[in-house]
């Protein structure tokens, strides 16, 4: 028999060495537990209508320090993402929820398979479950609501707009030069000092010059090189205007050798004692300017004095202008003015002539020689393809089409003979006062409701009239013609010479006449534009794009 003594000791000994290891393992299968995921995913319903959206709701629970990549982009495929919503986060003691929604559709009806989407947990990829989701159609009520027929595709026609910007850009940016040429060129511009002076008199821009070089720093600076060289320009460029002897490429010599010969001539009437003293101040200014000899500053001062005098007894001394030398001179200014004027306007004019030819190369480069003149120039035919069109029905049966201007009712009397089988006859047209485009439609009911129209007759009918008007030379072709909506008639076209009011030689032009009918009535379409006139063309074919009548009265 075992001593429980030693049954307490085993037992001790056991705890001892292994329920710490036994508390770990409890420890650690917790651990486990608690990080271990959890993942839900819903959705709101799985039964939409096309363009509707079904939420898709993925919800996870994992560990606060677990990391969480939800899917993005469009996975969702066979299904669109419209849009994802932000994350919503809520945290329960140690536990994240995390709960992430998407919005999601499809615009074909159908059974779509919402595929499994990985969730990306620490790195380790959750698959969640796919779904099946029921696209339905929207219910159309045929029976109460009228059906029509898919609309077929219309040719946008080329608008001006852009040509209109280009040629306003271009009138804009021409005012702004036009403006500029202007002020810097045209425009008489405020004097300048120098300009002021230049225009003075030869007498007074002298004493202005030397009041100037009185007040100067020359002498105060000691520089009499250029205060000599400055009073001797200053009186040598006098001399020279107003006496009109050569003064400024001649030396002191030969200066005061021409003075003296015009004064012993009599055109000059100055004493001896002036040209003394005035070769006097010149000698000196040669001895500063070449030989860097240095007067006093009083003498400086009073030679520029006496230059001063020199100058006025100078002035004094000329003979005064004859009335017709004072009259050469005024209409020499005059004939200057003249010419600069002129070569201004010249070159003004010029310069726009340039800036249009510039501007009207670009244009025809980018549209056209012939669409620019005619946008310039204007157009008639070209102004009623880029009007506002009209689209109306006229007639009865009626006759709906699409026109440039809105066709006119004229008054048609019926002879005694058609009476008998024309019930009604209404008829509208439009002619254009300049050029042969014109565009007419005409229905006709006919007294009995059986009757059936006779192309062929009204055929001749049309090409008849078109002769009394003066047409020449008809060819003639026809084909069968389809409207839009799938109505049959026949097309008769053609060319020939045609005779316009405002014109008395014919011109090349061309004809459409469609033709439709059924019992008891008739309605027929007719053209004429000149052959050579493209806008008119694209007019027709527009027209023709457009007519649509009943089948039925």
């Not at 990080?35 to 606060?64: A, C, F, N, R």
């Not at 929820?97 to 059974?111: E, M, N, R, V």
């Not at 707009?161 to 060129?185: A, H, P």
Request: glycine share 4%; with cysteine; proline share 4%.
């Amino acid at each position: 028999m075992i001593n429980d003594k030693y049954l307490l000791k085993i037992s001790f000994s056991f705890y001892k060495r292994y329920v710490p290891v036994l508390v770990f393992l409890s420890c650690l299968l917790q651990l486990s537990a608690q990080e271990k995921p959890i993942l839900q995913t819903s959705v709101d319903t799985t039964s939409i209508k096309i363009g509707e959206q079904v939420q898709w709701t993925v919800t996870v629970e994992v560990d606060t320090t677990a990391q969480v990549i939800f899917p993005e982009g469009q996975t969702f495929s066979p299904l669109e993402t419209v849009e994802a919503f932000a994350t919503d986060t809520t945290r329960k003691k140690d536990r994240l929820t995390l709960q992430k929604i998407y919005a999601l559709t499809q615009f074909d009806s159908g059974a779509y398979k919402l595929p499994s989407q990985r969730i990306e947990i620490n790195g380790t990829g959750y698959m969640t479950d796919s779904m099946l989701i029921n696209v339905a159609t929207v219910p159309v009520d045929t029976l109460n609501q009228k059906m029509y027929d898919i609309k077929p595709i219309i040719n946008v026609e080329k608008s001006n707009t852009e040509i209109l910007k280009f040629i306003l850009y271009g009138i804009l940016i021409l005012i702004l030069l036009g403006g500029m040429f202007y002020w810097f060129v045209l425009r008489k511009k405020p004097l300048t000092e120098e300009e002021k002076v230049a225009l003075l008199p030869p007498y007074d821009r002298a004493i202005l010059e030397l009041k100037r070089l009185e007040n100067s720093k020359y002498l105060i600076q000691d520089e009499y090189k250029e205060y000599y060289s400055e009073l001797t320009t200053i009186v040598r460029s006098y001399l020279e205007e107003d006496v009109h002897v050569t003064a400024l490429e001649s030396t002191t010599g030969q200066l005061i050798e021409k003075l003296e010969l015009l004064k012993d001539a009599g055109e000059l009437n100055l004493d001896d004692d002036t040209i003394k003293q005035f070769q006097q101040i010149l000698q000196t200014a040669d001895l500063v300017k070449f030989a860097r000899n240095k007067p006093s500053t009083q003498v400086a001062e009073q030679d520029r004095k006496l230059v001063e005098q020199i100058v006025e007894k100078t002035h004094e001394a000329l003979p005064e202008p004859t009335e017709e030398e004072l009259l050469e001179q005024a209409e020499y200014q005059e004939e200057l003015e003249r010419k600069q004027k002129k070569k201004k306007i010249i070159l003004g004019i010029a310069s726009l002539v340039a800036l249009l030819l510039v501007a009207t190369t670009i244009a025809g480069i980018k549209f056209g020689f012939g669409y620019v003149k005619d946008t310039v120039l204007g157009h008639p035919t070209m102004e009623l393809l880029e009007g506002d069109w009209v689209r109306s029905s006229y007639g009865f049966p009626p006759i709906e089409l699409e026109t440039p201007k809105v066709m006119v009712r004229q008054e048609v009397k019926l002879p005694p003979e058609a009476k008998a089988a024309i019930a009604d006859i209404q008829a509208f047209t439009y002619s254009s006062q300049i050029g042969l485009f014109s565009v007419a439609a005409t229905s006709i009911t006919l007294n009995d409701p059986n009757a059936e129209p006779d192309f062929d007759k009204t055929i001749e009918q049309i090409l008849s009239n078109f002769e009394a008007q003066g047409a020449k030379n008809i060819i003639t072709k026809q084909e069968e013609f389809s409207t839009i909506s799938g109505v049959t008639g026949v097309k008769v076209f053609g060319s020939g010479k045609f005779s316009t009011p405002k014109v008395t030689e014919s011109l090349d032009g061309k004809y459409t006449v469609l033709l439709f009918g059924g019992k008891g009535f008739q309605q027929y379409v007719i053209l004429t534009w000149l052959e050579d006139d493209d806008y008119a063309q694209e007019i027709v074919d527009r027209i023709l794009a457009s007519v649509e009548v009943k089948t039925e009265v």
